[in-house]
């Protein structure tokens, strides 16, 4: 049976290395010629991280952009907001005056948790993170379900089969090294001295 291109949320084709779905994947997975359990883990070990990363990668571009956005458009609004109005006193009505002050206070308040947010979780190096991972996964799944690439002239899926778990675990290590060094690294140096002010400090003693 031929697996469909058309998409569930509308009648757009859906290109299998953006568009991802499972499904259709594993659908292919079973038409290759290799056995059950080696089966099993393609679907355990490269389709899994595949779907899990994509998924990862789209949430983490949409909190990236929603609070970029808010930074972006909070910090155009507030100057112009601030130039506007004077602290009201203790005692005046809650008027315009007043609900402006306080509109101003709370979108700066908005703008300021957004922007701290932004920064520790560094939303925008994790999207590109998983992008940039589940994309070497794709491609290299698809090189080798085509027996394309360095697949070409191995002979068949059987043969191919333990260079493609070879590559995967490749692509996995290089991603789990990326994360520690370039995401994680500001939490864990957290609360830590800067080396290179130490260091500078210490040449300073020094001289």
Not at 30 to 45: A, G
Not at 145 to 163: D, F, L, M, W
Not at 171 to 178: A, N, Q, S, V
């Amino acid at each position: 049976m031929s697996v469909s291109l058309k998409s569930k949320k509308n009648n757009r084709l859906v290109d299998p290395l953006y568009g991802f779905d499972a499904d259709r994947i594993k659908a292919i997975i079973e038409k290759i010629e290799l056995k059950d359990f080696e089966k099993d883990l393609m679907c355990y070990r490269w389709l899994v991280r595949v779907e899990n990363m994509e998924k990862d990668a789209r949430k983490s571009k949409m909190r990236h952009y929603i609070l970029k956005i808010i930074i972006i458009v909070g910090s155009a609004i507030v100057p112009v907001l601030a130039s506007l109005n004077n602290p009201p006193k203790a005692t005046d009505p809650l008027d315009g005056q007043t609900i402006l002050y306080l509109s101003t206070l709370i979108i700066s308040m908005i703008v300021s948790i957004s922007a701290g947010i932004h920064e520790f979780f560094s939303y925008g190096d994790r999207w590109r993170h998983y992008r940039a991972t589940v994309e070497n996964l794709k491609s290299e799944g698809w090189h080798y379900i085509q027996q394309t690439g360095r697949y070409r002239s191995i002979g068949n899926h059987e043969k191919a089969y333990k260079r493609f778990a070879e590559r995967v675990e490749s692509i996995l290590t290089k991603e789990r090294e990326r994360y520690m060094t370039d995401i994680a690294k500001e939490k864990t140096n957290e609360g830590q001295p800067d080396k290179k002010a130490a260091d500078g400090s210490t040449a300073e003693k020094k001289s």
